[in-house]
């Protein structure tokens, strides 16, 4: 890997921080993990086209892998804030912005950044 291109850096990094989050979850699975890598794999073309967006790639991949988790499997990562109700993912926030972290949207309360959810 060129650890000097910090658009590779980006998406490696953004890579482990989103299968943390799937580990601490116990759902990094391989069908999982092969999600990740389509997700990492249309970001790098996304951000060869924008570079300024570099530092936005680990929030884009957090959600990619949740849009296809939720097509395939259900919703991720479910909130630990809110326990009334129905279950309910957690968002990502900013939607495009560097330093993103999952939000409950319902109870407002910052959770995690993406890649430290307990």
Known sequence: MDHANPIEQA??????LVIADLA??????????SLVEAAVTHRRWWVEQWPEGT???AGLVAQ????????R???WPLCPVCDAGDPHALDVEPELGPDPHWVCGKAGVVVARVGGLA
């Open 11 to 16: 998406l490696h990094t953004a890579r482990a």
């Open 24 to 33: 601490a979850r116990d759902v990094a699975d391989a069908d999982v993990v």
């Open 55 to 57: 530092e936005y790639v």
């Open 64 to 71: 990619d892998v949740q849009d296809a988790l939720l097509e």
């Open 73 to 75: 499997y259900g919703r």
